[in-house]
T-cell receptor, first 111, second 114 residues
């Protein structure tokens, strides 16, 4: 299994507060992704990275920002959390850009 | 526009029988990859199988095979000899060579009955 961790695993926060989720990998894979999973929608891509400091938007990027200052870490920030951002967030990594290996997920609740 | 469609929200199969999970896709890119992932109730996402658009043969991985019909734009997952541990959510996904993005279908929940 790919070495990929996410922190925190669970978080409850209030509307309007900033939140940062961390994805950490030990596989030295080039590509990293952030997805959100909601019932009926499968997984939707928020942002992805194709190298250190190289990131781009996915299909649901509004309200989210990312940073990747090191190969192993990819941070997802909700600048001002809203209830619509309550979701399960998955990080994924890939060395080829094709098959992806997923972290355990972070369950975020915004009250 | 690129799209993945899984039309079966839920499926039941008897233990030890084979089951086919449907997936259709839409893309104008001639080069693409198709994937299946499994998500058990514990929540993790597990990569199962990959099929490239130029691959001549259907992909197989143990009890999993991908029935790739390019002209019909379908990439169905076949699980042979179902086991109770196969009960999970299954997602079909596609990545095109034109970008780094992978899009996922809404998923099919499979229930294996003893």
């Amino acid at each position: 299994d790919a070495g990929i961790t996410q922190s925190p695993r669970h978080k409850v926060t209030e509307t309007g507060t900033p939140v940062t989720l961390r994805c950490h990998q030990t596989e030295n894979h080039r590509y990293m992704y952030w997805y959100r999973q909601d019932p009926g929608h499968g997984l939707r891509l928020i942002h992805y990275s194709y190298g250190v400091k190289d990131t781009d938007k996915g299909e649901v990027s509004d309200g989210y920002s990312v940073s990747r200052s090191k190969t192993e870490d990819f941070l997802l920030t909700l600048e001002s959390a809203t209830s619509s951002q309550t979701s399960v967030y998955f990080c994924a990594i890939s060395d080829s850009g094709y098959e992806q290996y997923f972290g355990p997920g972070t369950r975020l609740t915004v009250t | 526009a690129q799209k993945i469609t899984q039309t079966q929200p839920g499926m039941f199969v008897q233990e030890k029988e084979a089951v086919t999970l449907d997936c259709t896709y839409d893309t104008s890119d001639p080069s693409y990859g198709l994937f299946w992932y499994k998500q058990p109730s514990s929540g993790e996402m597990i990569f199962l199988i990959y099929q490239g658009s130029y691959d001549q043969q259907n992909a197989t991985e143990g009890r999993y095979s991908l029935n790739f019909q390019k002209a019909r734009k379908s990439a169905n997952l076949v699980i042979s000899a179902s086991q109770l541990g196969d009960s999970a959510m299954y997602f079909c996904a596609m990545r095109t060579n034109g970008g780094f993005k992978t899009i996922f279908g809404a998923g099919t929940r499979l229930f294996v009955k003893a």
